[in-house]
């Protein structure tokens, strides 16, 4: 299979060839639409050439120049979760489930996040667009699918299947090819091993859910794991990461899925990330 990876701000994209064209899996941030454009080129590919998107999830940081792509090329088909879908509506990262940032170590270094995205892309990230992205809803040729289609349903045709991977969000999926290349989106990430991540992302909405669907694609049959943040790795780590990160360690949002749930307002106000011991007094 024809495989590409292009390199965004934080972000990798994959690019993958079936008979139609290339499949696009991921965006990156609004602000990686030049970066992407340039990193297109320079594996000689055009817009034109892309079929397909396919959205692991609803992140700011994989759906930022989703518009930008179809206007240029309304010919693409983008591929999502019917949850995705109903997310991207939204404009917002989603936090109405809780969650939190995976310890203390991560927590202290997001605040660079911004600076470094700039820097990447030579555009300024401005701070009111921090987990925001422009939202976007589903066209008529766009592809919603529910429950776990084979590639082949969603027009794609190479031999391959999307695998529900919660954790990250309520809304993560996974592509795995019968090969055992599985893209994964965030729902297993290669970077800030100095952090003490683990193969986990830095902000994760259920932990034990995220370790649930580390099983699920290793029971599948994945063995090449292409996270969308660092480099691919072999399923084995997965396997010996499993439950290295402690729940008590998060740095969670405080009880947002209790106010988004369980008041008529549906509404969070504000985002606290608190320790969890503090979290569950
Ligand atoms: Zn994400």
Known sequence: MDLIKLSLSVT????????????LVDTGYE??????????????LQIAQISHLILTHH???????????????????????????????VGKNDQSYGGGLINRRVESLIGLKQLYVSLRTGKHQRKENNLHFRPYTA??????????????DLGIELEGRILATP???????SILFDDGDCMVGDAAANMLRLAGTHNCV?????????????????????K?????????FPVERLAHNVGRNRPENMRRIVAASALTHSTTS?????????????ASK
């Open 167 to 173: 954790g990250h969000t309520v809304d993560s999926v």
């Open 266 to 278: 549906g509404e969070v106000t504000g985002v606290d990330i608190v320790n969890s011991q503090e």
């Open 224 to 232: 090449r794991i292409l996270p969308a943040h660092g480099r691919s």
């Open 12 to 23: 990798n994209c994959y690019l993958f060839r079936n008979g139609k064209g290339w499949v």
């Open 202 to 222: 830095i902000f994760v909405t259920d932990l034990e859910q995220y370790y649930a669907s580390w099983r699920k694609l290793i029971a599948a049959g994945a």
């Open 59 to 89: 992140h700011d940081d994989h759906v930022g120049f989703v518009g930008e792509l179809v206007a240029e090329n309304p010919a693409i088909a983008a591929a999502m979760s019917e949850s995705t879908r109903e997310l991207l509506l």
């Open 139 to 152: 066209r008529r040729d766009d592809i919603v699918f529910s429950g776990e289609p084979r590639l082949h």
């Open 31 to 44: 602000e990686d639409w030049q970066l992407f454009r340039r990193r297109l080129a320079f594996v000689g």
